[in-house]
């Protein structure tokens, strides 16, 4: 990404050295003045750096913006811009020098585990070579001060204690993520909070999935009476409207507790004691907008997924009973948990996608210092950074949880459907 900003925006003297600093403030500038008044606002300002491939986020770009306008006129002029860029290059600067412990203009492996360390830190030299691909532009396995100002240019962190939490979470804790498997994540859960971790967001995930299944069941049946026509046919298109809305209406009545079950799951031991100071710690320090978060890519997932659930589980049972049931309107257990997993199947492969951003969205305000992404840049950040298989990362641990659940549940549904006598 930020060798996009070195070969796209930055021009290649400038890299080296060889240009004045004011020309490659110029450059920039031009790059961000999108409709060449000589000022930036705050949209030209993140229209420009998605533009150059550097989504960092609503939160931090607003922060760069309120620090360069220094006469609070809602617009950066070029010399505002420059001066800004000049006091956060004082600060890289000495952050730089930090790391640089044998002073010899670059920044090698070894040193970025020794300066972490110091601040209680631990990695392996893996990990902080694994940092310094994220920053090193020529493949050297080392970062001068080019390359390190380059990389640094517009992220907001002020200091190394800022720098190196960044590093913490979006890029250590990020390449151990990145490639984690079922096996790998089990065995990194049980070591940092012992068996009862993998059971942790459980309770609230009890709590939150009885209101919403009934609410979601109880919602399909009557957008059905609405939907039905004037013959009593229900069509597969009804039906898959009926379960979208049926879906989205359920998902709206208890996300809340959804943001509540990832903040949970996600955050490390003793961090919470419970369900009611995890929602009273989100309050406090981000307040009720967080509750949710992610909402928008759930809704727009939530909508094919309980759509083509429902609709393709009651079209195979319907086909199943028009062929092989010639006796008994009932299918049986076995046939019914079929029916369930087939169209969990289908509604999962539709949605996964948006559901892996509304998850990642509802995790990362939780993380202290990374960039708060919305659902169009963390998109485009995954897809940058993973790939299209990206969007499908985790898909498996949770077919292994979700098939089996909705094969159930639905299973509960007919039978309970049968014992109140509700056609």
Not at 115 to 123: D, R, T
Request: aromatic share 10%.
């Amino acid at each position: 990404m930020f060798q996009l900003l070195r070969g796209f925006v930055l021009p290649a003297a400038a890299c080296e050295g060889n240009r004045d600093g004011d020309s490659r403030y110029a450059n920039l500038f031009r790059k961000l003045d999108l409709n060449e008044d000589g000022r930036v606002d705050i949209a030209e300002l993140q229209t420009g750096l998605r533009a150059m491939g550097i989504p960092l986020g609503k939160e931090a770009e607003e922060k760069i913006f309120k620090a360069g306008d220094t006469n609070q006129d809602g617009q950066l002029d070029f010399e505002e811009f420059m001066q800004y860029l000049k006091e956060h290059e004082k600060k890289m600067k000495l952050a730089f020098k930090s790391l640089d412990k044998n002073n010899d203009g670059k920044i090698e492996a070894s040193e970025v585990v020794q300066s972490l360390k110091i601040l209680g830190i631990n990695i392996s030299e893996k990990q902080a070579e694994k940092i310094l691909q994220s920053i090193d532009a020529d493949g050297t396995m080392t970062v001068d001060w080019n390359e390190w100002r380059d990389h640094f240019m517009f992220n907001p962190a002020a200091d190394i204690e800022e720098i190196i939490r960044y590093w913490k979470h979006s890029t250590v804790h990020g390449s151990k993520s990145n490639k984690m498997n079922i096996a790998s994540g089990f065995k990194q859960m049980l070591k940092e909070g012992g068996v009862r971790s993998l059971w942790r967001g459980n309770g609230v995930n009890v709590v939150k999935i009885a209101p919403e299944t009934a609410i979601k069941f109880w919602a399909y049946e009557q957008y059905k009476k609405i939907l039905t026509r004037d013959d009593g046919k229900l069509g597969t298109v009804e039906r898959f409207v009926s379960g979208s809305l049926a879906g989205a209406t359920a998902q709206t009545s208890i996300y809340p507790m959804e943001v509540l079950k990832t903040r949970l799951a996600v955050g490390k031991t003793g961090q919470y004691s419970g369900m009611f100071d995890c929602a009273k710690k989100i309050l406090k320090r981000e307040g009720p907008k967080a509750f949710y978060k992610g909402y928008i890519p759930n809704i727009l997932g939530i909508i094919p997924y309980a759509g083509i659930d429902l609709a393709v589980y009651e079209l195979l049972k319907s086909t199943w009973l028009e062929h092989y049931a010639s006796s008994s309107a009932n299918p049986g257990v076995f046939v019914l948990l079929g029916c369930g997993t087939v169209s969990s199947t289908c509604g999962q492969l539709a949605s996964y996608p948006l559901a892996l951003i509304r998850t990642r969205m509802q995790a990362q305000a939780s993380v202290e210092g990374a960039p708060q992404l919305n659902m169009v840049d963390l998109f485009q950040r995954i897809v940058a950074t993973e790939g299209l298989r990206g969007l499908y990362r985790g898909i498996a641990p949770n077919f292994m949880k979700v098939l089996p659940a909705v094969s159930i549940s639905y299973v509960v549904y007919e039978k309970m459907k049968q014992n109140l006598g509700i056609a």
